[in-house]
């Protein structure tokens, strides 16, 4: 079992920058950032694999950074320019090749003010 533990979020302002982190206590083939949005579906912002490559939703392109160190087993987003819409709790998860195993972390939340 794979635990992940997220760090980061908080409150800002439109147009400010905040950090996110999530640190899984095991090997992890990938490892992405989600967020929901009070009355919304969970959503894909941005996910990275372990050769590096990324996707992103089309709403935080641009603006988001994904980044991943495998030899920390941490995955980290940076988000700039941030949008009242981009409120929401930021859940980490992480999966096995394979999507074998999934794991989600507990939520951090972030919250951008007009």
């Known amino acids: 079992q794979v635990q992940l533990v997220e760090s980061g979020g908080g409150l800002v302002q439109a147009g400010g920058s905040l950090s996110l982190s999530c640190v899984a206590s095991?090997?992890?083939?990938?490892m992405a950032w989600y967020r929901q949005a009070p009355g919304k579906q969970r959503e894909l912002v941005a996910s990275i694999i372990n050769s590096g490559a990324t996707n992103y939703a089309g709403s935080v392109k641009g603006r988001f950074t994904i980044a991943r160190d495998n030899a920390k087993n941490t995955v980290y987003l940076q988000m700039n320019s941030l949008k009242p819409e981009d409120t929401g709790v930021y859940y980490c998860n992480a999966w096995t090749f394979g999507h074998k195993y999934d794991y989600w972390g507990q939520g951090t939340q972030v919250t951008v003010s007009s």
């Open positions: 095991g090997s992890i083939f990938a």
